[in-house]
């Protein structure tokens, strides 16, 4: 028997030993590293199949909340309001939605932003709306679907950006989190260059997503 | 012939790209269509914005309605050029922003520092 050969029956009769002690090893070191352990070595979600259900409970608090504050008829109801009582429907969807999802929003903003339908600010984690909008009228059915897919849309990115600090606590997925905390860090503005923008992975998310909610009813 | 190692300084200096988007913007760039990289190369040399149609848009009407950055201005109306459906799509749901994205900024301003 070879030297070769001795080493390799040495390390298969050993397996279960060399097993326990890389596991002991692999403990230890998610222990020390925490949460860093999962940017250095990283290991799949496997229950997508719950984690699919968690994104429909999303999807079903967005739509209680329009419930809520628009009833059974949203985009008729949100068409017929005053513009003052439109942006108050719209704070208050937002507010509900926010509560729901258990993402924190500390401010809403409505403002004239001409080139833009909204945004959505991480460090103030504010939610802000184009004005010009939600006050025009007579306001049309594809307006009214518009303004409530910003909604949805700019919230989606509160939601995203919560589920990439903490995706177990906000039910997502560790890759696609791990894609959006990549993203969020090298995002591309509009002006800059709209068509990385528009292929991005948050927002091609928050546009699904938005899309999703809104599809969900019609006048 | 585009310069680079030009062009890469005057998105981040002067256009305030990060080096990220910088990289990725002149991989766009090279691949205009032959008269938008003309105009697009024109812009950065001399500051000068050479209007291109491409129905329903042109670049002064962007850069105006929507702010958009000449050189942005320039990649969409190729995009509109290849992929009218896609471009036309992301006009017509218009944009938004994800803004103060603090780590993101620091790291822009550091490699800005670093040229």
Redesign the interface.
Known sequence: MSVYEKIKEKIISSAGYVKTKVSEMASKVQKFLGDLYDEIVFTPDEDYERLEACEQERIESCLRAIAEVLGENPLNRLMSLSPQERALALCLIVEKTAEYMSIEIDNIILGDF???????????RAIALDIQRLIEEPMTESTAK?VL??VF??LR?AYQHNACKSPALYNMDRATARIWRTN???????????????NQP??QD??DFALLVVDCFNS | MIDEKKLKSVLMKKHNYDRELALQTIEDIKALDEDILEAAQGFINTDEIKNITVEPCDVASLIEAYNMNPIGAYIFIDWLRKEPNKALQCLGLGFDEIKDIEDAEEEAQEEIGEE
């Open positions: 001409e080139d833009i339908n909204g945004y959505y600010s991480e460090a103030n518009g897919a910003t849309h700019e990115h969020f860090k090298n995002y591309i503005s509009p002006s800059k260059n709209p068509r990385r923008y528009f948050v927002e928050a546009r």
